[in-house]
């Protein structure tokens, strides 16, 4: 079972005094309004409704936490970005996500959202400029990507990538589409590492059964006779 699929709602905050205290760890997601962040989460957890979709980007205004069990956090970061944002609510954000991603001392890797199309943004890279200094890792979830033709979308990879290389350490990217459902398997691989889990246990399957239950007809076929070798 993929480590997303265990997310449940954990608890929801609006300031850095209210984050919940707990002695396990933390994987973020942020990203741009509109990059398709929360499809991306919903895509993990195969789950529709686990982090609210809105026609109008900055909705999402809170962190918001989900738990995936044996006090491991998934942690959803308030879209950043949108225009139409009162000044105030902005630098509020700037300020929360800021001293988030750059103080919380059990958040072990960010998941940073762009859009495919668009990737590497001002925006983009302050907030890597905030947290690639803390030395933990970035993974690059280049979504939307089945907006793009084959070879467009691998030019952007690359082009990311080389970008991450050149100015940022620590940093890895991927190709994602919610739509099209690829590359989860990639995030639950790196993802995975950050929270400590070597390996998932599959589902439990159905019980062995034996063919032959009494020992002392081992080996013998329905229906057949024991012959007597005396």
């Not at 069990?69 to 902005?90: F, H, N, Q």
């Not at 467009?152 to 990879?157: F, G, K, R, Y």
């Not at 919610?178 to 950050?194: C, D, I, N, P």
């Amino acid at each position: 079972m993929s480590v997303f699929r265990q997310a449940t709602f954990f608890t929801t905050v609006n300031d850095l005094a209210s984050l919940p205290r707990h002695a396990g760890v933390e994987i973020a997601f942020a990203g741009r309004s509109n990059a398709g962040k929360s499809s991306a989460i919903n895509t993990l957890a195969d789950h529709n409704r686990l982090a609210f979709v809105s026609k109008t980007p900055g909705r999402t205004q809170h962190i918001n936490y989900f738990s995936l069990g044996e006090d491991r956090y998934l942690v959803d970061l308030p879209g950043y970005g949108y225009a139409k944002v009162p000044a105030e609510m902005r630098s509020h954000w700037a300020h929360l996500l800021g001293t988030y991603l750059q103080t919380r001392a059990c958040l072990n890797g960010l998941v940073l959202i762009m859009d495919a199309r668009h990737p590497m943004t001002l925006l983009d890279q302050q907030m890597l400029a905030w947290f690639v200094p803390t030395g933990k890792p970035v993974h690059v979830l280049l979504t939307k990507a089945d907006k793009l033709s084959r070879n467009q979308a691998q030019n952007t990879l690359r082009s990311v990538q080389h970008s991450l290389a050149s100015t940022y350490q620590n940093c890895t990217a991927q190709l994602f589409s919610s739509l099209a459902k690829t590359g989860v398997e990639v995030v639950e691989q790196v993802a995975m590492g950050w929270l400590g889990i070597k390996e998932l246990q599959a589902a439990p399957g159905p019980p062995a059964v034996s063919e032959n239950k009494n020992p002392r007809l081992k080996g013998s076929k329905p229906g057949a006779k024991r012959l007597n070798k005396d």
